[in-house]
């Protein structure tokens, strides 16, 4: 084989005559290995909020979002 060329097999593609509301149709089911499945290890785990009672944020942030998410914002909350 060329060295040239990926290693992996290309991925199924759509047909072109599938209509837009089943795209996933195409999708052939996974095979199923046979064996036993992994015995899975039941642990409790704790999760911690370490994060500061108020969070700092910088004008710079601030103009971030207000550029990305401003006309949401003003949806949202008004133009206040």
């Not at 060295?3 to 599938?18: E, G, H, S, Y």
């Not at 837009?20 to 036993?36: K, T």
């Not at 999760?47 to 949401?72: M, Q």
């Amino acid at each position: 084989m060329a060295p040239w060329l990926p290693l992996t097999k290309p991925r199924r593609r759509a047909p072109t005559d599938t209509p837009f509301d089943d795209l996933y149709d195409y999708a052939a089911a996974s095979a199923r290995h046979g064996g036993r499945r992994a015995k899975l290890d039941r642990m409790t785990l704790t999760v911690t909020d370490d994060w500061p009672k108020d969070v700092p944020v910088t004008e710079a942030e601030i103009a971030v979002f207000e550029a990305w998410f401003g006309e949401l914002f003003d949806e949202l909350f008004g133009d206040g």
